[in-house]
């Protein structure tokens, strides 16, 4: 059976409800966990992960942005599982991606996009072997029941800062606006939602994001 090896990032985990939104939306899909994990990621396993990109100039960013706060690691299977993920999620901006796809729904700006998803059988294969054997990654038959209970724990509510966020991340590049007011209310922001997330784990994210709109700001300089 086929399978697919997906992340949710940081700027979805830390964010508890749309977490559990975006999960449930890839379970509504027909899909099986077979592994889930819960976990801070490595600095030396997210550079193998993203290994392909090593020599892009968002590279080092990409690495302590995965790296700053914990992320969902997960195995789905189903029949078609990787494409199907792919479509669910969108294109990989969130400004290109449709706004009923997880990305276009969820994802902050640019590539701050909410999940990553396998783009081929061999990089899923690839995949799923560094995650298990780097990333302390388990496949367990309870994988599933785990993942429905993370919904049920986190769904509830109202929660959902997505256009908040997306709008001091937008203003603060229009305006190149990289004061300590930007990194403060990003801080408060992703701290909102976080059960169970420490606050220097929110403040990595927050400053990983901030440090994005510096990248931008610094660009067109
Ligand atoms: P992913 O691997 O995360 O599922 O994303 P993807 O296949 O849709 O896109 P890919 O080209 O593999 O990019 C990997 C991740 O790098 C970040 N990115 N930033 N120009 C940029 O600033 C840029 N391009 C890509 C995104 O986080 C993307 O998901
Ligand atoms: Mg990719």
Redesign the pocket.
Known sequence: MERSFV?I?PDGTVRRRVSALVLKALIDRGYRLVAFREMKVPESLAKLH?A??AE???FP??VD??SSAPVLAMIFEAEGVIQGV?DA?G???VQKATPDSLRGKYGIW????I?????APETAVSEIDLWTTKGGLQESSEAHEKALKYIQQHIFGDADYTSNLRDVVKNAIEHRDVSNDVLQTLQDLFSRDAEGISKQETDMLAKAVFD?IKEEVEKVE
Not at 110 to 113: E, Q, T, V
Not at 115 to 119: K, L, M, V
């Open positions: 992340i990032k993203y392909v990109h892009k100039p968002f960013w990409l942005f995965l792919r999620l294109a990989t901006f640019a590539g701050i996009n999940a990553h998803a396998s783009d994005f």
